[in-house]
Nanobody, 122 residues
């Protein structure tokens, strides 16, 4: 059974960093992507980037997180990370780990985690 479990969310001050983790299981070896989305109340869902489980190449997310957010993976731990630096109040949202089986990153991933809340506030 495929599972995604996010962790690492919480309350953080503006300008600080936070790292989210996504532990995945049940996905066979293959050409699929693991990525992150977020959604804030009243706003559209945003793609934050993704990483290929085949060659570990990454795709960037929306412009507002470029240069601040980085995706990486640890194969031995079956975990993908989202490192978030220089956090801003507008980064406040529920963050979701996703898996896309379509050979690329799309706006309609096939699997979603339960989400973890990130709140950036002083």
């Amino acid at each position: 059974q495929q599972q995604l479990e996010e962790s690492g969310g919480g309350l953080v001050q503006p300008g600080k960093s936070l790292r989210l983790s996504c532990r995945f299981s049940g996905f066979m070896e293959g050409y699929y992507f693991i990525g992150w989305f977020r959604q804030a109340p009243g706003k559209e869902r945003e793609g934050l980037g993704c990483i290929s489980m085949n060659d570990r190449s990454t795709n960037a997310g929306v412009d507002s997180v470029k240069g601040r957010f980085t995706i990486s993976s640890d194969n031995a731990k079956n975990t993908v990370y989202l490192q978030m630096n220089s956090l801003r109040p507008e980064d406040t949202a529920v963050y979701y780990c996703v898996v896309d089986l379509k050979g690329t990153c799309t706006r309609r991933p096939d699997y979603w985690g339960q989400g973890t809340q990130v709140t950036v506030s002083s």
